[in-house]
């Protein structure tokens, strides 16, 4: 459910009328067997710093579990496709997650990104959503600054949906990832004016 802030945690419909009953995760693959859509292409969209260090905090993390970066899918009707910053992929259950990292403003040109009030998020999250995958956003503050927070609400995820807790075991006296608020169009350009993400990037050699 998207409550105005980061991380954005958003469950797939099969898994939400799955959680908390008494099956196992035979059931849930199952129940995902040929209704998961799969990506169909890798993604040609340049990776920023955030991307390729929290990529490596993911592969530390969900060792038994399929992790990809920068996978695309088509949209049908549009010559235009989504990538996925990451795939997580649960190879118990079947589960799918989209793994976004969201910026607020372009670095090389200031515009705008991923902004609470502009629809283009909420369409794609729908696309992912109708073809049963989950959707995890990210603030890239949030992965720069926490990038364990950040693999802790993943495990708890994959626990709530699934009942395997062997990740969030390790994680979990970790410190929750601190919220983010959400930004409009107009936040994003202030924070673009005064360089914002200047102020946490170069925490990972930018």
Same mark, same amino acid.
Not at 11 to 26: E, Q, S
Not at 161 to 187: C, H, M, N, Y
């Given at each position: 459910?998207?409550?105005?802030y *980061?991380?954005?945690?958003? *469950?797939?419909?099969l898994a939400?009328?799955?959680?908390?009953?008494?099956?196992?995760?035979? @059931?849930?693959?199952?129940?995902?067997? #040929?209704?998961? %859509?799969s990506?169909d292409?890798?993604?040609?969209?340049? =990776?920023?710093v955030?991307?390729?260090?929290?990529f490596?905090?993911?592969?530390?993390a969900?060792l038994e579990?399929l992790?990809?970066?920068?996978?695309e899918?088509?949209?049908? +009707?549009?010559p235009?496709r @989504?990538?996925?910053?990451?795939?997580? @992929?649960? =190879?118990?259950?079947g /589960? %799918?997650l &989209?793994?976004?990292i969201?910026?607020p403003? %372009? +670095?090389?040109? +200031?515009?705008?990104?991923?902004?609470i009030?502009? &629809?283009d &998020?909420?369409?794609?999250n729908?696309?992912? /959503?109708?073809?049963n $995958?989950?959707v995890?956003r990210?603030a890239e503050? =949030?992965?720069?600054r926490?990038?364990w927070?950040c693999?802790k609400?993943?495990a708890q995820?994959?626990a709530? /949906?699934? #009942?395997? &807790?062997s990740?969030?075991?390790l /994680?979990?006296r970790?410190a929750?990832?601190?919220l =983010?608020k959400? $930004?409009?169009?107009r936040e %994003?350009?202030? !924070?673009a004016k005064?360089? @914002?993400?200047?102020? *946490?990037?170069?925490k !990972?050699?930018?």
């Amino acid at each position: 459910m998207s409550t105005g802030y *980061y991380p954005v945690i958003l *469950y797939p419909p099969l898994a939400r009328r799955f959680a908390n009953r008494d099956r196992g995760k035979g @059931y849930l693959k199952a129940l995902f067997q #040929g209704c998961v %859509a799969s990506p169909d292409g890798n993604g040609t969209a340049k =990776q920023g710093v955030s991307e390729k260090q929290f990529f490596r905090h993911l592969l530390c993390a969900f060792l038994e579990n399929l992790i990809c970066q920068a996978v695309e899918f088509e949209i049908p +009707g549009s010559p235009r496709r @989504y990538s996925a910053d990451f795939i997580l @992929y649960h =190879q118990s259950s079947g /589960l %799918a997650l &989209d793994i976004e990292i969201d910026e607020p403003y %372009a +670095g090389d040109t +200031g515009k705008p990104h991923h902004c609470i009030d502009v &629809d283009d &998020d909420k369409i794609r999250n729908r696309f992912f /959503l109708e073809r049963n $995958w989950g959707v995890v956003r990210f603030a890239e503050v =949030q992965v720069v600054r926490h990038p364990w927070s950040c693999c802790k609400a993943i495990a708890q995820i994959i626990a709530r /949906l699934t #009942g395997d &807790d062997s990740v969030f075991i390790l /994680l979990q006296r970790l410190a929750d990832v601190p919220l =983010q608020k959400q $930004w409009t169009k107009r936040e %994003a350009r202030l !924070m673009a004016k005064n360089n @914002y993400r200047q102020s *946490y990037l170069p925490k !990972m050699g930018k």
